[in-house]
């Protein structure tokens, strides 16, 4: 990610990501955190990572889907991926399961930080718990994890969060916000 932005001549920006693309970002906010000026960590449990999640599935259930995603992924591809690069994504998934930024590492990073998850997400609990450890804002969408992520809700918080990120409302009170719901 960091390379794209290089190769782009951006120095720092918004970033948003969903489920492993907000491990990757939450990484990136307390290694670089002078290129992060706002994050969305959305559909990933900041405490407890995929755990949370594999405790719910199990882990041979869990590759399996894995396995599933990349051929999903990449069946349109003109050039199917080699086994090095599906090697590379399972090896980068399976860390999903063992290192997380701490919270305190988080906190320290100084990066603003967003919360958004599915209100029927096995990572709501958590999500509500690191909102409050963090001081962040969470927002709770409609769907579960998968769901979620395709909910036209999802896009209006990021341009909620990118737009008070733009205005520089760093002070905004943190708390939970609810989308889509009645």
Same mark, same amino acid.
């Given at each position: 990610?960091?390379?794209?932005?290089?190769?782009?001549?951006?120095?720092?920006?918004?970033?948003?990501?969903?489920?492993?693309?907000? $491990?990757?970002?939450?990484?990136?906010?307390?290694? !670089? =955190?002078?290129?992060?000026? @706002?994050?969305?960590?959305?559909?990933?449990?900041?405490?407890?990572?995929?755990? @949370?999640? @594999?405790?719910?599935? &199990? $882990? +041979? +259930? %869990?590759?399996?889907?894995?396995?599933? /995603?990349?051929? +999903?992924?990449?069946?349109?591809?003109?050039?199917? =991926?080699?086994?090095? #690069?599906?090697?590379? $994504?399972?090896? !980068?998934?399976?860390?999903?399961?063992? @290192?997380? =930024?701490?919270?305190?590492?988080?906190?320290?990073? &100084?990066?603003? /930080?967003?919360?958004? !998850?599915?209100?029927?997400?096995p990572y709501l609990p958590n999500c509500r718990r690191a909102?409050? *450890?963090?001081?962040?804002?969470?927002? +709770?969408?409609? &769907?579960? #994890?998968?769901?979620?992520?395709?909910?036209?809700? *999802?896009?209006?918080?990021?341009?909620?969060?990118?737009?008070?990120?733009? %205005?520089?409302?760093?002070?905004?009170? =943190?708390? !939970?916000?609810? %989308?889509g719901m009645s």
């Amino acid at each position: 990610a960091l390379a794209v932005l290089d190769a782009l001549g951006i120095v720092s920006c918004g970033m948003a990501g969903y489920s492993m693309g907000a $491990w990757l970002v939450s990484g990136i906010a307390v290694e !670089c =955190p002078e290129r992060v000026d @706002t994050a969305l960590l959305a559909g990933w449990d900041v405490l407890e990572g995929a755990r @949370t999640f @594999t405790a719910c599935t &199990g $882990w +041979e +259930e %869990r590759l399996a889907e894995f396995g599933r /995603i990349v051929r +999903e992924l990449t069946a349109a591809d003109p050039v199917p =991926p080699d086994a090095e #690069h599906v090697l590379a $994504w399972t090896m !980068c998934y399976r860390q999903l399961f063992e @290192t997380l =930024p701490s919270i305190r590492e988080l906190r320290a990073a &100084g990066v603003r /930080i967003d919360l958004a !998850c599915g209100v029927r997400d096995p990572y709501l609990p958590n999500c509500r718990r690191a909102s409050e *450890l963090l001081g962040a804002r969470l927002y +709770e969408l409609p &769907g579960n #994890h998968v769901s979620a992520f395709v909910k036209p809700e *999802l896009l209006a918080v990021m341009q909620e969060v990118f737009d008070r990120a733009r %205005r520089g409302a760093q002070s905004a009170a =943190p708390g !939970c916000v609810s %989308r889509g719901m009645s």
